[in-house]
């Protein structure tokens, strides 16, 4: 049974930093694609970030470029996100995805299994 765990989330001023993890288990990731989604209270759920299992590809939402760093650690079977230079409207319940298809898809439905959410306020 697949299982995505996040944490790492928190309150966080302006400008500030934070470091979202996502751990997996339950089958093989070596071949999958796994995202980082945000819901904002009343808006859809948007892509944020992509990575590729299998050779670290990664793709990235344009409002996160240049801020947001996506990686995995094969070894602990972990995604994180490390967040830098956070914004008011970062803040979001951020979601941890898996797609074995790997299709590097910013589309929420080409994804298979999702985490619990994790939440990050960013708030003077």
């Known amino acids: 049974q697949v299982q995505l765990v996040e944490s790492g989330g928190g309150l966080v001023q302006p400008g500030g930093s934070l470091r979202l993890s996502c751990a997996a288990s339950?089958?093989?990731?070596?071949?999958?694609?796994m995202g980082w989604f945000r819901q904002a209270p009343g808006k859809e759920r948007e892509f944020v970030a992509a990575?590729?299992?299998?050779?670290?590809?990664?793709t990235y939402f344009d409002s996160v470029k240049g801020r947001f760093t996506i990686s995995r650690d094969n070894a602990k079977n972990t995604v994180s996100l490390q967040m830098n230079s956070l914004k008011p409207e970062d803040t979001a319940v951020y979601y941890c995805?898996?797609?074995?298809?790997?299709?590097?898809?910013?589309?929420?439905?080409?994804?298979?299994?999702w985490g619990q959410g994790t939440q990050v306020t960013v708030s003077s």
């Open positions: 990575i590729s299992w299998s050779d670290g590809s990664t």
């Open positions: 995805a898996a797609d074995f298809d790997a299709n590097m898809s910013w589309y929420q439905y080409e994804y298979d299994y």
């Open positions: 339950g089958r093989s990731f070596s071949n999958s694609v």
